[in-house]
């Protein structure tokens, strides 16, 4: 059965104390999730074993990091290695966030190279793709996606692929509080799954959670997370609330 995932994307938000509490408040609070379900908390590098410790326990629960390297260890400082997360036993990392890949020029074949260092190390890519709005008014962005997931993922095997999670986020709709409609979003995650499906085959492809994020809130995550191909969401802003990223859990089909 595909995975559904509720992802907190915290970015370069809280100070510690904060996001102690947060945690605290996600975790305590009772939820249903079935084994296929789980909550992904990608919290900031400081707080990541702080958050690793506090979901010990936690079946469902896993932390992620916002990034990593193209390369194991060395001389690259600043930088954090797949190598280093893995061995505090963090299970995720988000790569090629459009932010990401704005502010810090990572491209497709950079994406690529730490796809592989994170499937090396055993953990889980959640990696985003998605168009900014001059593509999607150029009514562009499905060859626009299309080309990301080509790029940066389709040199890796049909065992590789299926250890790969992906977030399909439209730049207009993060942080703006302009979300694609389900519709919109459902349109993009059938082609994300026949692109997958073009280069593996459909039963890998229906096998690979498709995410969605773009001002997912408590609010609007069933009826986005109830589309046939959305298997649950990366959320900013709302994941840094505690009582809407738990109904953004509880959103979970
Ligand atoms: P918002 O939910 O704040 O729009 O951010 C989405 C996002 O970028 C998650 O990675």
Redesign the pocket.
Known sequence: MRQQIAAA?WKMNLTFDQAGNLLDEILKAPNQLQPHQKVVLAVPFPYLQFAQNKISGKVNFFTAGQNCYTKSRGAFTGETSAEMLHSIGIGYV?LG???RREYFGESNAMLEEKVSMALTYGLTPVF?CGEPLSVREAGTQNAYVEQQLKESLFGFSEEQIQKIVI?Y?PIW????GKTATAAQAQEMHAHIRSVLAGQYGKAVADEIPVLY????KGSNAKEIFSQPDVDGG?????SLIAADFIQIIDALK
Do not use: F, P, Q
């Open positions: 994307n988000v966030h459009s932010e985003c977030a986020e709709a993060i942080g703006t994020g773009g001002s997912v990366l959320v900013g802003g709302a």
